[in-house]
């Protein structure tokens, strides 16, 4: 493909046009090409890892804001679902206005949403605050890939991608250790308090390093009724799924927002052919290799995200662990992915992505299936294999994904691109935390009653039965205070038989997601638009 012509804003009021191969190479820190990478590089870590350092923390915030166990589940979805929905609006403003300025809006915005969290006293306000964090984490991760894309040359845009992925993978696998320290030792409002510095630094780096780089072919106008569509029908969509197991999935509500999102995902790509510059370009998916990579890290996060979400609740509450004994005992899930990513980027730049993301996915199944046979009494030798295993698995998809993705679209469409790229892992955690807590919610409440009697417990109303449930999905046993000692030893030993049965179930769906991932991986080839980035463009 042809190096599209670009206009490489140095300096205000600067609009020359110039090619990235005529561009001269850059010796000082700003528009560095490795310097560039640091910069977007810490403003990317504080969304990664906000993506799951809530996790370690969510125990905590729920017993002291007094928070249900969807209430809960919120403060995951509520900012999953911000960024899905307005990661794809966010790369389309970074092509217009430039991926400078909307990196340096992210990060301001993100930091001082998480200063927020950490003030508040209601789960309203920490769920408000989790949707903010989204929206302004929606602008600056597309808007990093977009200043890879156009700044370093195309011989060197894999590794950086590469690079990129692990920072992206380390920080999500490494968010529930951070969180298991910062919960035992500080508070839970220190998971979000910890943003402001980083996000200061980012900030300060950006100002120094940063330049933007816009592409002639950039869009000029806004699809608002598609960015309207493409929100809408994303809401309903998560939305059924969230609260489909209190009103039941045979309910006319529930179907009535899975069908309102249908209907608005169809009208959506009818209206995307009319308009003359469209949210979502559909040529874009007449690329397969791109379809399957968007494909491909939806089902990823689906078993990932989703199947983490229980995995600490787990750990602290069926197996009694501090938080940060909880995030020690990831270890081996995240030190496998800061491992297994430079490897991945290295054997996917050589022998390409298709092998190497079948195989990722592959071992990924059987470890979510590993994860699955975890009980009451399984050792800590046991729970690191299958942890490692996941973490070996994804370092590649993390990696080659995003390659395949952004490779594969033309250069002045690189923010859209990057929006699709975290969109489609956005969606699917969102997806997973949603369909896994559904499969999850469901099985607590088919055993418990069973389990219950069988344990010849003092039987429950339908309201206490309600209850008792609700904490169940959590770990926690409902025992009360004047239980007596005997009855409350049963009472746990049937709340963790319950839970485990239902993380075991979830499991197991997430095992089957990633066995079709593998199918999807072999679909997936190297990106035929790298040398459209920024060839020449700075020193390296």
Sequence with gaps: MTSQT??????PGDKTPVSPLDRAPSTGLRGHPWFTLITVAVGVMMVALDGTIVAIANPAIQKDLGASFADVQWITNGYFLALAVTLITAGKLGDRFGHRQTFLIGVVGFAAASGAIGLSHSIAFVVTFRVFQGLFGALLMPAALGLLRATFPAEKLNMAIGIWGMVIGASTAGGPILGGLLVQHVSWQSVFFINVPVGVIALVLGVLILTDHRSANAPRSFDLLGIALLSGAMFCLVWALIKAPAWGWGSATTWSFLGASILGFVVFALWEKRVKEPLIPLALFRSVPLSAGVVLMVLMAIAFLGGLFFVTFYLQRVHGMSPV?????????????????????????????????????????ISMYGMSTLDTDTSSL??????????LGLAPVMVGATEVIVGNAPMELSGVAGGLQQAAMQIGGSLGTAVLGAVMASKVDNDLAGNWADAKLPPLTPAQLDQASEAVRGGVAPVTPDTPAAIAARITDVAHETFISGMSLACLVAAGVAVVAVFVALLTKRGENADAAGAGAGHI
Excluded at 6 to 11: A, C, F, L, M, V
């Design 6 to 11: 670009t206009i490489d804003k140095t300096g």
């Design 325 to 365: 004994d909880a995030g020690l005992h990831l270890l081996p899930l995240t030190g496998m992915m800061i491992v297994g990513s430079p490897l991945a980027g290295v054997l996917i730049t050589k022998a390409g992505p298709r092998i190497p993301l079948a195989g990722g996915m592959a071992l990924t199944a």
């Design 382 to 391: 046991v729970m690191s294999i299958w942890f490692a295993g996941l973490g």
